[in-house]
């Protein structure tokens, strides 16, 4: 499952956003496209298309829909994957905890301490 770039007014897409058929080609997995255009090439290359809107009050496009798409379709396929998939995900955290992917807490010191 893969989030494909948000194209603009004009219909350009950001190259990071077809990418991942480059990674998945030699697995022959599926790749089920989450993406704001059915025009969007990740969705040409995709199995399934699952589309977001994108549109939002401010000027800036909203990943909102995208994110909450996405969150549901992680839990769905976490709650099918049943205790084996969990562990497998709960040793995928560990892993990026040991490889320094996430910032340690820092001790603040008070003021003039």
Not at 67 to 74: F, I, K, M, Y
Request: no cysteine.
């Amino acid at each position: 499952m893969f989030l494909g770039g948000m194209g603009d007014m004009n219909q350009r897409w950001y190259s990071a956003s077809i990418s991942p058929d480059r990674i998945m080609a030699p697995t022959m997995s599926e790749v089920v496209a989450l993406t704001d255009s059915e025009a969007s090439p990740l969705s040409l290359l995709a199995q399934e298309t699952v589309l977001f809107a994108t549109q939002s009050p401010s000027f800036f496009p909203s990943i909102a829909a995208a994110t909450a798409v996405s969150e549901s379709l992680l839990e769905l396929l976490a709650s099918r994957a049943g205790a084996p998939g969990i562990e497998r995900i709960e040793a995928a955290g560990q892993h990026l905890v040991r490889s320094g992917a996430y910032l340690q807490p820092v001790t603040l010191r008070k003021p003039g301490g």
